[in-house]
């Protein structure tokens, strides 16, 4: 079968009228061609004084000129190598919360897209703290999740709109790995080792994904972050492993992975006890040097 990206994304409109279908609760569905950034126009139109309230809305480009990921670092991407699409929904969340999203909808998007695998292929698609997704320890999809105030038309003092955008890997992971030079991972390597994965579509991916954090922030908003830690050990890519978080290389902390809190923290274990971790990039150490 061939799994070449560019036959796995249709061409805008046709992917469009699918995913209208597939999310009726999504009040505006959109995939053009090409933009700057899903996630900034998605941000734009949330703030601006008139324009629509319904939400949620999803945006989705073939390419995005200035694409971006976490720590405001650039998305490389090239037409039908990637699937790059941004959702916006409205939240009714105290600001001290509005951290904990990053890898609450981190963990929903393994979940969903787990779900898209055999069962006996799940487990080796994990979550890297705050919301990589890794296939065999290799990037698969990142994640950036940004929150702002809704223009004029704010409902509750705690009313925000958050804006999540994700990239996935579809093609290209072997020149990625070497231009990058670290290991990531496309779906086109999954469908050649997974039936399951071989039969999924954009449309199917897509929607899954919108789906799985509607659910999740609406799970959040009535009943909290409770249950994170215990939902995040199943798809935790760094536990038991020794890591160290750096901030622009300078390095903050080293310790013991052990989950995360209720406020979506990195938990780390060292000899002086343990620490809660808000921010900062996760280096993993080699086996070898972790014994």
């Not at 720590?71 to 991407?77: C, D, F, I, T, V």
């Not at 979940?111 to 290799?138: C, E, H, I, Y």
């Amino acid at each position: 079968m061939n799994t070449q990206a560019p036959s796995f994304l249709p061409d805008p409109e046709p992917l469009q009228a699918e995913l209208r279908s597939c999310l009726p609760q999504f009040k505006q569905v959109l995939w053009v061609e090409q933009t700057d950034s899903t996630n900034a126009d998605l941000l734009s139109r949330a703030r601006a004084p008139q324009g629509p309230l319904a939400r949620p809305w999803l945006l989705g480009a073939h390419l995005q000129n200035r694409g971006r990921g976490r720590a405001g670092r650039s998305w490389q991407n090239r037409r039908g190598a990637n699937l790059m699409f941004s959702c916006a929904f409205d939240l009714f969340l105290p600001a001290h919360q509005l951290p904990t999203l990053s890898p609450l909808v981190g963990l929903a998007a393994c979940v969903a897209m787990r779900g898209l695998l055999d069962p006996a292929n799940r487990p080796l698609l994990t979550m890297k703290w705050p919301n990589d997704l890794l296939w065999k320890s290799a990037k698969l999809a990142g994640i950036l999740v940004e929150a702002t105030r809704a223009g004029t038309s704010r409902l509750a003092p705690d009313h925000y709109v958050a804006i999540i955008g994700m990239g996935v890997n579809l093609d290209d992971a072997r020149s990625l790995s070497q231009s990058l030079n670290r290991q990531v991972a496309d779906w086109s390597e999954i469908a050649r080792e997974d039936a399951a994965a071989q039969a999924v579509s954009a449309c199917a991916m897509v929607a899954a994904l919108a789906q799985a954090w509607y659910d999740s922030l609406n799970q959040v908003t009535a009943y909290g972050f409770g249950s994170l830690p215990e939902r995040y050990a199943q798809v935790d890519a760094l536990a038991g492993r020794r890591i160290d978080v750096l901030d622009g290389g300078r390095l903050l902390h080293a310790g013991i992975a052990c989950g995360v809190d209720t406020q979506g923290r990195l938990i780390l274990r060292s000899p002086e006890g343990e620490t809660a971790v808000s921010v900062g990039e996760v280096s993993v150490r080699p086996q070898s040097e972790a014994r």
